[in-house]
């Protein structure tokens, strides 16, 4: 394997290109194809090595099957939107190509995504010969990932997980989101969830909040949603008893958003202006910066880990597992900002695993069960290094009693 397709030129698609040019004894061909022909040749010229570009529209599964065909690919990596899944995954299934995404599918008239839909390819990916990989990003993927390193490596049972991921960077603007901010927003605005003894509890949007103390950056106000890592690892880490995911907002950001649902522009159903019909999101997404555009004057990091408590040796034990990142660093060395980073990175070194055969089979995939030790080795080569740290019973007592 030596040839990638790399579908989606937004600012996390930019980076996989970028560092899969940076690894050329990995990849001999890369191509980089976008709806927006002008975001792949932008990235064309920022990349260290040569790489080709087009445009195909990812909606569309018979324009990817042409692309594909023209391309002759090894690999896909999808770095469209998540409603673009299913297509990408059909045009993969057609000619016979590994398959590798960032985000699962949801459908552009619901605000529901989950792993549903990808699972149902399991049969038809096992019969092709293919092997897909789903929700290899930061969270989902490296956070995946820390939890089967730790079920390998630090537990004999693990009892408990809390993800918990923190922004706290500045990028200098009134409102303005990190990634495409239809996704964003619709995550947000979503009943929040969480697992607990066997069960699914939802909660109201934003309803419970805690202070947790992140690595490198201190206590931070955080909001207990649902995401997506949640639905695969209940059913890939065995015993599990509680998982929940932890995410930062500032007050600023909140106040906003509260404005905007107040007033109708987090609507995804349409509505009629002047004759002509528009999903009030997709305008709001139109009015806000790209995130790309966010890189040059960010400043702070993002610090994103697991909490995982559990049993080893008969008795209690505790650890973080964790990343950190600076937003001018990832600037200096990408031209990007940290979360479209912490996004990108993952993504390439998950091709990497693939490229090279170790991470192989046939079927569909999550990243926790695939080997986890040789992907957080490569990551941290490609610029996310992480840690695992013991902790006392006392430390953050406050959380796992919540």
Known sequence: ?????????GAAGSVVAKKCAM???????????????DKCIKVQKECKTEITV????????????????EQRPDLVVNMALPYQDLPIMDACLETGVHYLDTANYEPKDEARFSYTWQ??????????????????????????????????????????????????????????????????????????????????????????????????????????????????????????????????????????????????MTRINPVVYNGVEIIP????????????????NYTGKTSIGCIIRGVKGGKPAAYILYNVCDHAETYRELGAQ?????????????????MKGIWSGKGVFNVEELPPEPFLEEVSKQGLPWHAKRLDGEAYRELAEL
């Open 23 to 37: 690894n050329r004894d990995v990849f001999r061909k890369i191509h980089l194809a976008s709806r927006t022909l």
């Open 119 to 264: 699972w149902a390819y399991r049969d038809r990916f096992r019969e092709k010969g293919i092997m897909a990989v789903l929700g290899c990003g930061f969270d989902p993927g490296v956070t995946s990932i820390f939890c089967a390193y730790a079920r390998n490596n630090l537990f004999d049972e693990i009892r408990t997980i809390d993800i918990v991921d923190c922004n706290d960077g500045s990028h200098g603007k009134a409102f303005a989101t990190n990634f495409n901010p239809e996704i964003n927003i619709r995550e947000v605005t979503q009943r929040g969830k969480y697992w607990k003894r066997g069960k699914w509890i939802e909660i109201d949007p934003l309803s419970i909040s805690s202070m947790i103390d992140y690595p490198e950056v201190g206590p931070r106000k955080s909001y207990l949603i649902y995401h997506e890592e949640e639905e695969s690892l209940v059913r890939n880490i065995d015993g599990l008893e509680q998982i929940r995911f932890w995410m930062t907002f500032s007050d600023n950001y909140i106040k906003h958003l509260e404005v905007l649902q107040n007033v109708g």
């Open 54 to 69: 087009s445009q195909v529209d990812a909606d569309d599964a018979a324009q990817v099957v042409r692309l594909i065909e």
């Open 1 to 9: 394997m030596e040839n990638i397709l790399i579908i989606g030129a």
């Open 281 to 296: 999101l997709q305008f709001l997404k139109a009015l806000l910066p790209e995130p790309s555009s966010l890189a040059e």
């Open 338 to 354: 940290a979360v479209s980073y912490t996004t990108g990175v993952p993504a390439a070194t998950g091709a990497i695993m693939m």
